[in-house]
C-alpha cells in the first residue's frame, strides 16, 4: 500500500503499510484498553486503516497493569461493559457485582479474540515522539522500536489513570527490601506471608489491597496523608434486580445510561438535605450505606455536591459509620476525613476496610502528625521514628488525566510541545481536540467527564463521536480538522464555570491535578454530566462543526463559534423555566401579567437573614406609597454611629412589581454592605404613565433625606441602587438632584438599567429572544409607560441628558446577554466620559434577570458582590 491510503480502503481495511522503517496508516492508536479496542473495531468496520501501539505485551490498559491484590472495578460490571454489540452484551455474563481485575482483564482479552483486534497492535511498543508535518498534513511518530508511523490521524486511548505518579519521597531509591507499586504489579504476585510490610498511599488502590496484605504480612504499618472517605461495596454476585431489568431490556437500559448524568441509570434525588429531619435523612443514608455501590449515598439528596452545609450531613454520617467499626477511637479519628467533602476526592469502594485496623498487627501512621524525613535501607523514618520493613507498597496514585498524553513528547503546529502548551493546565475543545494539533483527537481527555462518569460509556461516546467526524470529514471532501481558538477558550470557561458551582474545587484532589507536585491546579474533567456533555457534543455536529476548523485538497470550511456561552447555572433556570410553558407576559393583560410575575416570588429563595425588617409607607409625589426597609445584623461601620442609607428602586418594567419584589436582592445587599436599604415603591404603568414612576422615585429620596436619622441612617451618606427600570429610576434620580442644595448623593449602583428610549443597539437584537427579558417585553414596557415622543426625555433615558457631568460616583453592572446590555454599557461609558467616576463591568454569560436571583444562581453572587463592595465605599 502507498503513503496515498484512503480510508475507504476496504479491500486492505485495518491494515497498515509498511516501507523500509515507516508504516503508513490512516489513523494510529495509542493504548490497547477499552478505548483502543472499541476505536480499532470501529475504524476497521468503516475501512479506516489502523495502527495501534501499546507498551504491555496484550491487550488490557490500566487493567493490564493494575494487578495489585483486591483490585476491582468501582462501578458495577454490568454497567462498566461495551454496549457497542448487542450479542457480546448479552452473552458475556459477570460473575461478580464488581469484578475483579482478573475478571475483566480476561473479558477484555475475549472482546480482542471475538473481534480479532489484536492484529492492528503492535505490542511492547512505546510511541515516544509524535510531530506534525504541516507540509504532508499528517503526523510521524517515532517507536520505541525504531519505526516511524505516517498517519493522517493520531488518537490518543491512553486512559486516565495510567500513568503512575513518581514517589516523591526523599530516599526512595535507598531503600534495600522488595518495592512495589500498586500501578505496576508484578504479573506473578507477590506473598507477604511472614513479611513487614508498610504501604505508603490511601487511595483506592491501597484500600483495597490493605486487606488482602494484612491477610498475610506480620506486621502492617499504613503511613495516612490524607484519610479518605470509604463505603462499603456490598461485593456479591451481580443485583439479581438489576440483572432482570437489563435482560428485559437491554437496549433499552443502555441507552439510559448514555443520557444519565454518570453514564449508569440512577434516579436522581429532588430533595435537598437541609430540607428533612434528621431521623430521615439518616434513615435514607443507612439504606444507601446498606445498598453498598459508588453513587447510592451521593444520589440521595441534590444537595450534597453543590451545598458544604448539605454535604456535612453525608460526611458526619460516615464519620460515624467509621467510629462504629473500629475500636481504637483515637485510630478512628485518624481515619476521619475533615480536610474536604465528602466526594470531592473520589470516595472508595471498600471490603472491610475499616475493620483492618482492629487486627493487633495493623498500624496507621498519620503523616500530618508525623511526617515521613526519608526512606532509609530499612523501612520508614519519620519525625517520630523508624519503621523498618521488608517491603514496600507504593499506592500513592497517577499523574491522572493529563499525564499519559504529556508523557509522549507531542509536537504540533510550529514547533509547539503538548506539554508547552499545558504547562499551565490542559486546554481542549471539548476534551476531544487541542489548537495547533491538527487531526489529534484524545479520547476521555480533560475537559470531558471521563473520570467523573461511567468511563465505558464515556470511551463510546467519543469513539462514536470521532469516527462519524472521519466518516464527515471523507464523505465532504475534508481531511483536516482543528478547533478555533475561541471555542477552545469557551469551552475552557464553561468546564471551570460548572466546576465553580460545586464543591470539588476544595479539595487537593487528583481531579485538580494537586497530587502531583508543580501540576497546575485546575479541574480536570467536565462536570456538566454525561448526558448534557453529549448533547453539546452531538450539537456541535449539528451546527456543522461549531468551533471548528474543516480542511481539504478543495475546500476549507471555518465555522467559529462558541457552544455553551451561558453560565451553566443560568442555562439549567432557562431550561426549567421553559419546562413550566409560561405565556410571554406582554401576551396578557396587565393584571394578569402581574399576577403571573408575583406567582415566582414564593418559588425563588428567600435570601439571606438580615437584622430587622420594617414595612411602612412614605408621601410620593401624589399620595401614600409603600417602603421596606432592611436593617443589617452586622455593626455599623460609619465614623458617626450612622448607618449608610441604599434607597433602592424595584426592577419590573414600570409596569410590575412592588417594595418587596426584589426581597431576596435587597437581603443580600443589606447583609453585603452593612447599609439600611429602603426599597421604595413608585406608581406602575399604565394606571400612572410618564413621569409618575421617576417623580415617585425622586420623592421617595427627599423622605429618606429627610427622615434618614429617624431610620436609623444617616442623610449625609445616602446612595441610590436599583435593578433595569429601577435602575433607570436611580440613574435619573442621580441626575435630578445634582446641585440640589442638599448634601451629595454618596454614589449609585446600576444594575442592567434602561438608558435609552430612542435607540435600538445591537444586544437589543441579538438577545431579543428567550432569555427572560425580551425584545417584545422590553417594546411593551415602554408602550405601557411612555408615548414615543417622551422617550427622548432624559426623565426616562438619562443617556441623553445633555450635561453627564457632576454625577456621584456610579457602579454598573450589566450582562452579556441581556437585551439593554449595550445601552448600560453606553451610559458607564458616557458618565466615564464626563469625568464621573465609574466602575463598570459586564457579567460573562448572564441574561437580565440572572444577577438578583439571589442563591438560586450561584455564578451571580461575584457581580452582586461588585455592586456591594461599590456601595460600601461609597458610604465610608
Ligand atoms: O491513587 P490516589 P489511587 N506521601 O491518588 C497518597 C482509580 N482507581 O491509585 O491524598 C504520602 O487516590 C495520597 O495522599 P493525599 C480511582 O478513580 C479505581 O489509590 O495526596 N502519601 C493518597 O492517599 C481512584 O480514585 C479503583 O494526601 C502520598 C494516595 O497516596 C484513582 O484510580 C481502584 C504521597 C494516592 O491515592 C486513584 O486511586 C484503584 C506522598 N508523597 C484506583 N503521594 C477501582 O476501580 C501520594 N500519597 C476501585
Not at 456538566?528 to 481539504?552: M, N, P, Q, S, T
Not at 460573562?844 to 444562581?857: E, N, Q, W
Request: glycine share 8%.
Amino acid at each position: 500500500m502507498s503513503t496515498n491510503t484512503t480510508l475507504h480502503d476496504t479491500t486492505d481495511a485495518g491494515q497498515a503499510s509498511t516501507n523500509g522503517t515507516t508504516t503508513t496508516v490512516d489513523v494510529a492508536v495509542v493504548g490497547a484498553g477499552f478505548a483502543g479496542l472499541y476505536l480499532t473495531h470501529r475504524l476497521r468496520q468503516m475501512g479506516i486503516s489502523s495502527l495501534g501501539f501499546d507498551v504491555a505485551d496484550n491487550v488490557g490498559g490500566t487493567w493490564y497493569w493494575n494487578r495489585y491484590p483486591g483490585a476491582r472495578c468501582d462501578v458495577e460490571s454490568i454497567d462498566y461493559s461495551y454496549s457497542f454489540d448487542p450479542e457480546l452484551d448479552a452473552e458475556w455474563k459477570w460473575s461478580e457485582r464488581y469484578a475483579t481485575q482478573p475478571e475483566i482483564l480476561t473479558y477484555l482479552n475475549h472482546v480482542a479474540d471475538r473481534f480479532d483486534l489484536r492484529r492492528n497492535f503492535r505490542f511492547e511498543t512505546r510511541v515516544e515522539k509524535a510531530i506534525w508535518n504541516e507540509s504532508s498534513k499528517r503526523w510521524i511518530l517515532t517507536t520505541s522500536d525504531g519505526d516511524d508511523i505516517d498517519c493522517r490521524y493520531y488518537v490518543m486511548a491512553t486512559g486516565c489513570l495510567s500513568v503512575p505518579k513518581q514517589p516523591d519521597i526523599t530516599g526512595a531509591e535507598r531503600f534495600a527490601g522488595e518495592t512495589y507499586s500498586t500501578g505496576r504489579w508484578p504479573h506473578e504476585g507477590v506473598d507477604f506471608t511472614g513479611k513487614r510490610v508498610a504501604v505508603i498511599g490511601t487511595g483506592s488502590s491501597a484500600i483495597q489491597s490493605i486487606p488482602h496484605i494484612a491477610a498475610q504480612a506480620t506486621e502492617l504499618t499504613v503511613f495516612q496523608r490524607t484519610p479518605n472517605f470509604s463505603i462499603p461495596a456490598h461485593n456479591g454476585p451481580p443485583v439479581p434486580d438489576k440483572v432482570a431489568e437489563i435482560a428485559a431490556d437491554r437496549a433499552g437500559y443502555r441507552e439510559r445510561a448514555r443520557w444519565s448524568r454518570a453514564g449508569v441509570p440512577l434516579e436522581a434525588s429532588e430533595v435537598s438535605a437541609l430540607t428533612v429531619t434528621l431521623e430521615e435523612r439518616n434513615a435514607a443514608y443507612e439504606k444507601a450505606w446498606n445498598t453498598g455501590g459508588l453513587f447510592s449515598l451521593s444520589t440521595q439528596f441534590n444537595d450534597l455536591g453543590t451545598n458544604k452545609a448539605a454535604n456535612d450531613t453525608v460526611s458526619d454520617f460516615i464519620r460515624e459509620k467509621i467510629a462504629g467499626v473500629v475500636d481504637n477511637p483515637e485510630t478512628a479519628a485518624k481515619l476521619s476525613p475533615y480536610s474536604y467533602p465528602f466526594g470531592t476526592k473520589r470516595p472508595c469502594l471498600d471490603d472491610n476496610y475499616y475493620a483492618v485496623y482492629n487486627q493487633p498487627h495493623v498500624e496507621l501512621v498519620e503523616l500530618r502528625a508525623e511526617p515521613i524525613t526519608t526512606i532509609t535501607e530499612k523501612g520508614v523514618d519519620t519525625s517520630d521514628r523508624s519503621v523498618e520493613v521488608d517491603a514496600l507498597v507504593y499506592a500513592t496514585g497517577f499523574d491522572a488525566m493529563t499525564g499519559a498524553l504529556v508523557s509522549v513528547d507531542i509536537t504540533g503546529r510550529d514547533g509547539l510541545t503538548l506539554a508547552e502548551k499545558w504547562s499551565a493546565g490542559p486546554k481542549t475543545y471539548l476534551g476531544l481536540t487541542t489548537v495547533d494539533f491538527p487531526n489529534l483527537f484524545m479520547i476521555t481527555g480533560p475537559g470531558s467527564p471521563s473520570v467523573l462518569s461511567n468511563m465505558i460509556v464515556s470511551i463510546e461516546q467519543h469513539v462514536d463521536w470521532i469516527c462519524d467526524t472521519l466518516a464527515h470529514m471523507t464523505a465532504s471532501g475534508f481531511e483536516l480538522i482543528e478547533p478555533t481558538s475561541a471555542a477552545e477558550e469557551a469551552w475552557g470557561l464553561h468546564v471551570n464555570d460548572f466546576a465553580g458551582l460545586t464543591l470539588f474545587p476544595q479539595a487537593n484532589s487528583w481531579y485538580m491535578g494537586a497530587n502531583v507536585p508543580g501540576k497546575p491546579r485546575v479541574f480536570l474533567p467536565y462536570v456538566g454530566g454525561v448526558d448534557g456533555y453529549r448533547r453539546i457534543c452531538d450539537e456541535v455536529v449539528e451546527r456543522d462543526y461549531l468551533g471548528f476548523k474543516l480542511a481539504g485538497d478543495n475546500r476549507e470550511q471555518l465555522n467559529d463559534g462558541v457552544v455553551r456561552e451561558l453560565q451553566p447555572d443560568v442555562t439549567i433556570m432557562l431550561e426549567l423555566i421553559a419546562e413550566l410553558g409560561m405565556p410571554p407576559l406582554e401576551s396578557l393583560p396587565v393584571a394578569e401579567a402581574r399576577a403571573l410575575s408575583d406567582a415566582g416570588k414564593d418559588m425563588r429563595p428567600p435570601g439571606p437573614d438580615v437584622g430587622e425588617i420594617v414595612d411602612g409607607t412614605f408621601p410620593g409625589a401624589v399620595g401614600d406609597l409603600d417602603y421596606r426597609l432592611y436593617r443589617p445584623t452586622s455593626p455599623d461601620q460609619g465614623a458617626d454611629d450612622q448607618r449608610g442609607i441604599v434607597v433602592y428602586y424595584h426592577g419590573g418594567g414600570w409596569v410590575l412589581g412592588d417594595a418587596t419584589s426584589d426581597d431576596p436582592l435587597c437581603r443580600d445587599l443589606c447583609d453585603r454592605t452593612g447599609a439600611i436599604v429602603i426599597s421604595v415603591d413608585y406608581r406602575h404603568a399604565p394606571e400612572a404613565v410618564f413621569p409618575a414612576a421617576s417623580d415617585d422615585a425622586l420623592a421617595a429620596l427627599a423622605w429618606v433625606r429627610a427622615n434618614a436619622e429617624e431610620l436609623g441612617g444617616s442623610a449625609d451618606r445616602i446612595a441610590v441602587a436599583g435593578w433595569s427600570a429601577g435602575a433607570n429610576l436611580a440613574a435619573v434620580v442621580a441626575q435630578q438632584v445634582r446641585g440640589d442644595g442638599q448634601p451629595p448623593l454618596r454614589g449609585q449602583a446600576l444594575l442592567t438599567p434602561v438608558t435609552d428610549g430612542t435607540t435600538v443597539r445591537p444586544s437589543m437584537n441579538d438577545n431579543a429572544d428567550g432569555l427572560m427579558l425580551t425584545k417584545s417585553l422590553m417594546d411593551w414596557f415602554w408602550d405601557q409607560y411612555t408615548d414615543k415622543a417622551q422617550r427622548s426625555d432624559p426623565l426616562v433615558s438619562p443617556l441623553l441628558a445633555d450635561d453627564l457631568g457632576g454625577l456621584p460616583p456610579a457602579v454598573v453592572v450589566t450582562c452579556q446577554f441581556d437585551p439593554l446590555r449595550d445601552e448600560g454599557n453606553a451610559y458607564a461609558q458616557a458618565m466615564a466620559a464626563a469625568g464621573n467616576e465609574v466602575e463598570h463591568s459586564v457579567a460573562r454569560g448572564h441574561i437580565h434577570t440572572s444577577v438578583p436571583a439571589v442563591d438560586a444562581l450561584p455564578t451571580g453572587a461575584v457581580h452582586r458582590e461588585t455592586i456591594a463592595a461599590a456601595l460600601t465605599r461609597f458610604l465610608a
